[in-house]
Nanobody
Framework: QVQLVESGGGLVQAGGSLRLSCVAS????????MGWYRQAPGKQRELVAE???????RYADSVKGRFTISRIAAENTVFLQMDSLKSEDTDVYYC?????????????WGQGTQVTVSS
């Protein structure tokens, strides 16, 4: 059974930093991508950052230059270093893992971790 366990969320002042971690266990197929999404109440879940198998990364425009995604492939672990945090970064952050199946891809989600930035 696939499990994604996130940690590192919390309360921080504007301008501060947080580092999110996500460890994926039970993965038996090759990973296509690992990333972070965020969602505010009543809004759609949106991509924050993603690292794709092969090493490329992509970021939401709103976090470019402030957030950095990294991954330890051998440990199925992905990190999100968040610097220069703003109040608008306040959201629940979700870890996402996409694996290759025999017919395509399949995604898995973590339970979410709250990030609150006070102004």
């Amino acid at each position: 059974q696939v499990q994604l366990v996130e940690s590192g969320g919390g309360l921080v002042q504007a301008g501060g930093s947080l580092r999110l971690s996500c460890v994926a266990s039970g993965i038996t197929l090759n990973i296509a991508a690992m990333g972070w999404y965020r969602q505010a109440p009543g809004k759609q879940r949106e991509l924050v950052a993603e690292t794709i198998d092969g090493g490329s990364t992509r970021y939401a425009d709103s976090v470019k230059g402030r957030f950095t995604i990294s991954r330890i492939a051998a440990e199925n672990t992905v990190f999100l270093q968040m610097d220069s945090l703003k109040s608008e970064d306040t959201d629940v952050y979700y870890c996402n893992v996409v694996v290759f199946t025999g017919l395509g891809v399949r995604g898995y989600w973590g339970q979410g971790t709250q990030v609150t930035v006070s102004s």
